[in-house]
């Protein structure tokens, strides 16, 4: 069984329609949010989400992508930490339904999609990048973080221009602007 859910997120087809199908997956969430989010949770959420992107700035920061390995910033402490920001990220979204299933088919579905799209990133980081990022694989976990390794000096690193280069810019503006449009919608017209 667990094989099957695996197959489907390794799918090339299946992965393909979700690609299309995510702006409108995004606009139905929205939707619903207008009209069944709970205001009381608003700070809570935003708070959430912050600190998912707050870890996904850090990492658009320091990654250099399909260049070089990138051993600096929050992938001293997981090979991983985009996804890890984008799960709090969403889970911020989530937690504004008020909903202990809601949020539990979430985290569970988005382990899912983890766990599977890290597994194909993988397998093409190390064709990519040989044996350094095998080395690398070794040394740090792929989802938890090492906190060990916070005093290292490699983990203070957080470059602008990368961030820029990025898009991450973008990525705080769009936060910030749907939490806003939410705020405004429910403490206005609701």
Known sequence: MLQAIH??????????VFLKLRYALFLAVLVL???????????????VSLFG????????????????????????????????????????????FGNDYI??????????????????????????????YRDYCARVNRFLPAFGRLFDPAVRFFNWSVLYRNNGHWNLLAMLLFYGALYFYVAYFR
């Open 103 to 132: 949020t539990l088919a979430y985290v569970v579905f988005y382990y899912l999609y983890m766990v599977n799209r890290v597994g194909r990133e993988e397998k093409r980081l190390a064709e990519l990048l040989g044996q350094p």
């Open 7 to 16: 197959d489907i997120f390794n799918h090339p087809g299946a992965r393909k």
């Open 33 to 47: 949010l207008a009209r069944y989010a709970d205001a009381s949770r608003l700070l809570m959420a935003f708070l």
């Open 53 to 96: 992107e707050a870890i996904q700035l850090w990492s658009f920061a320091a990654l250099v992508k399909n260049e070089q390995l990138t051993a600096r910033g929050p992938y001293v402490l997981v090979r991983n930490p985009m996804y890890l920001g984008r799960f709090f990220l969403i889970l911020g979204v989530v937690l504004l």
